[in-house]
């Protein structure tokens, strides 16, 4: 093994593995990020806590794992390229480390573009397949991106995001192979609601034998209403929504549309468990985590393995 | 080429404000070729800055020069006549230029009457593009001719993120994605396979990470 992760350990055992996300709050709010993490206990293997999700600005991804440890769950660190070069990155691993927070998720970030500050500078010192490597350089060589070595190096779980849906999609298997090449332990995917499109990519990853080497984990997102499920296909980039899915969504009364929604998500993971490669389930709930319990629950991933945490 | 852009006029008037006499100096390098700050640029600008003050019911006196260009002393030096009988200079060169009469001038007020923009190209008529940001360690032997620093908005350097839709930037659909333009580059070049080498990380020191840079040819300098 490499590290002491939870997550590690369930893709060691050959169970599916269940992860949710949490967004912490826009403010000093401890109780809030406490009171997401809580709905979340017991129904996932560990939980995603965003970093500046959508280029605003909030409690920083750090401090807000912390708050999940201390609750006895296993938190998630996103970090994004966007915000901090190399030396914060850096720092803000070992720190995390030493509050033993063991898995991380590495991402560039949306463009501040799309949030609060979009008059803010972009960092981008290195993006996020040499932010993976950067990573595994720290575990697996001891050795800072500058090439010092580490006292006690930082052993983080890795993750990385792939979007099979956004262009060129014949690159899209190229583009995780090069993640992979950096040292990626598991994947989180964007939102799967096209099912064939990404049936499609994971047969071009099971060619090239992509599946053997790293955990790929199938983001799913519940839709609250049509009104969600029309946004997110025009005003999310790289976001496919298809409009059978519309239709479906745009055909039940409203009130009905959360429970539809629901459905969708149930019968997406049903589908998925199928596809060889699919390692377990990322359900993002976003701003809607009280829902997860009755997901995981209903889509037939209970119980959790106790025995890892 | 050094692209720029007027600043507005309000701007520029009150940089004026408490002068009546002055140098508007353009350059016949870059911003003539951006139509910024020629010497045609330059009339336009004396024209309309004169208006402006009678509006006012005020005068200014503007010498117009135009050199040749204006981030080269011996250039520069052509000002050495004019200067004494002007209160301040306005500079219609980029940030070089203004920088290049304000450190031989020192007791000369310079104000920049356009803002520096970026290193591009022209792409049609009236439409200048980035292509550059002098990182001062070119990557587009790697990237089939174009530069993902100054064309991506993440500059992003192991390929597209997961924004690109139909080879538009998530930023504005308005913006080529700089990694479909590669990737189809690569494909047109049948260096597909040249793609999944990963870049590694960028040494900035470079470019503006070192600081202020500088270049020495020893066998130029005298």
Known sequence: MKTESVLEKVFASGELAVTSECGPPRGALAEKIIEKAKMLQGYVDAVNVTDNQTAMVRMSSFAACVFIKQLGMDPILQMVTRDRNRLAMQADILGAYAHGIDIMLCLSGDHPHFGDHPMAANVHDIDSVQFVQMVRDMRDKGRFQGGDEILNPPKMYIGAAANPFADPFELRVARLAKKIKAGTDFIQTQCIYNLDKFEKWMDGVRDRGLHEKVNIMAGITPMKTVGMARYMKKRVPGMDVPDELIKRMAGVPKEKQADEGIKISIEAIERLKEVEGVKGFHIMAIEWEQKVPEIVERAGLLPRPKEFS | ?222
């Open chain 2, 1 to 222: 080429m050094i692209t720029a852009e007027r600043k507005p006029m309000e701007e520029l008037i009150e940089c004026l404000r408490p002068y009546h006499r002055i140098l508007l100096v353009g350059c016949n390098e870059c911003v003539t070729v951006c139509s910024a700050g020629g010497r045609k640029e330059v009339g336009i600008l004396s024209s309309a800055l004169q208006m402006a003050f009678m509006k006012e019911g005020k005068t200014l006196d503007v010498k117009e020069i135009t050199l040749e260009r204006q981030c080269d002393p011996e250039y520069v030096e052509e000002l050495v006549t004019h200067i004494d009988q002007a209160e301040a200079v306005m500079s219609m060169a980029c940030g070089c230029g203004v920088q290049e009469i304000a450190g031989r001038f020192k007791s000369k007020p310079v104000f920049p009457a356009l803002n520096t923009t970026f290193m591009g190209a022209s792409e049609r008529q009236g439409v200048w593009v980035e292509r550059c940001q002098g990182c001062g360690e070119c990557v587009l032997a790697l990237t089939g001719g174009i530069c993902p620093i100054a064309r991506c908005a993440k500059q992003l350097l192991n390929g597209p993120c997961g924004g690109s839709t139909n080879g538009k930037c998530e930023v504005d659909p308005d913006i080529d994605c700089a990694w479909q333009l590669i990737w189809d580059r690569l494909k047109a070049l049948g260096l597909e396979d040249r793609y999944e080498d990963n870049i590694a990380a960028k040494d900035w020191r470079t470019g503006r990470g070192g600081g202020p840079r500088k270049i020495i040819r020893e066998d130029l300098v005298k």
